[in-house]
């Protein structure tokens, strides 16, 4: 089945604890990107990538890396996650190097205390 | 620096009524626009849109691009409850990044 998955689904921790967030894709699509979701702002996006090895500063970068070192995969990493980096966090790929129709994981609710 | 409003920002209809949802976008390099549909879960997708004028249509819900007036709108007639959802917009560049606006809210009332 075609999808995007990511893990863990529900995440807490603490202040400080470095953590990742796992996406992958089985539908060898070239773009990746990051979002968070929060009440009355929306979707942001975060990271986005084109193609292997090709990262790009989406709105809201700060605080956040990623790398595409493999086409199937784009993990979200919080080196020192804060509490407003509380979110819904979803990974979503498209076919093709623009952002076109994009699939989108079933999301990571992250709570930082 | 790239902005997107969508409006209205919520909505309650009854059942069979027809509504039209409005983005308007400024964006760098724009290069096509997407409607997504939002439930309790991950954004669905529904429309791309590149070229202005020509209207996307799927079953109740059609959409149409008007490039000269950085638009585009989202219609749905005889409405359902199943309609219930929130509906996104988002323009994207050409260097790939994607930008959503906030969202209708659509509630379908039986």
């Known amino acids: 089945e075609a999808q995007v998955t990511q893990n863990p689904r529900y995440l807490i921790t603490v202040t400080g604890k470095k953590l990742t967030v796992t996406c992958s894709q089985n539908?060898?699509?070239?773009?990746m990107s990051w979002y968070r979701q929060d009440p009355g702002l929306g979707l942001r996006q975060i990271y986005y990538?084109?193609?292997?090895?090709?990262?790009d500063k989406g709105d809201v970068p700060e605080g956040y890396k990623v790398s595409r070192k493999e086409k199937r995969n784009f993990p979200l990493i919080l080196e020192s996650p804060s509490p407003n980096q509380t979110s819904l966090y979803f990974c979503?790929?498209?076919?093709?190097?623009?952002?076109?129709?994009?699939?989108f994981g079933p999301g990571t609710r992250l709570t930082v205390t | 620096e790239d902005k997107v409003v969508q409006s209205p920002l919520s909505l309650v209809v009854h059942e069979g009524d027809t509504v039209t949802l409005n983005c308007s976008y400024e964006?760098?390099?724009?290069?096509?626009l997407l409607w997504y549909k939002q439930e309790k879960k991950a954004p669905t997708f529904l429309f791309m849109l590149?070229?202005?004028?020509i209207e996307k249509k799927s079953g109740r819900l059609s959409s149409i691009l008007d490039k000269k007036e950085l638009s585009s709108i989202l219609n749905i007639t005889a409405t359902q409850t199943g309609d219930s959802a929130i509906y996104l917009c988002?323009?994207?560049?050409?260097?790939?990044?994607?930008?959503f606006g906030q969202g209708t809210t659509l509630q379908v009332k039986p």
């Open positions: 979503a790929s498209s076919l093709r190097r623009q952002a076109h129709e994009q699939y």
């Open positions: 539908m060898n699509h070239e773009y």
């Open positions: 990538s084109m193609n292997v090895e090709v990262t």
């Open positions: 964006v760098t390099n724009f290069r096509s």
């Open positions: 590149t070229s202005s004028g």
């Open positions: 988002a323009p994207s560049s050409n260097t790939g990044k994607l930008i």
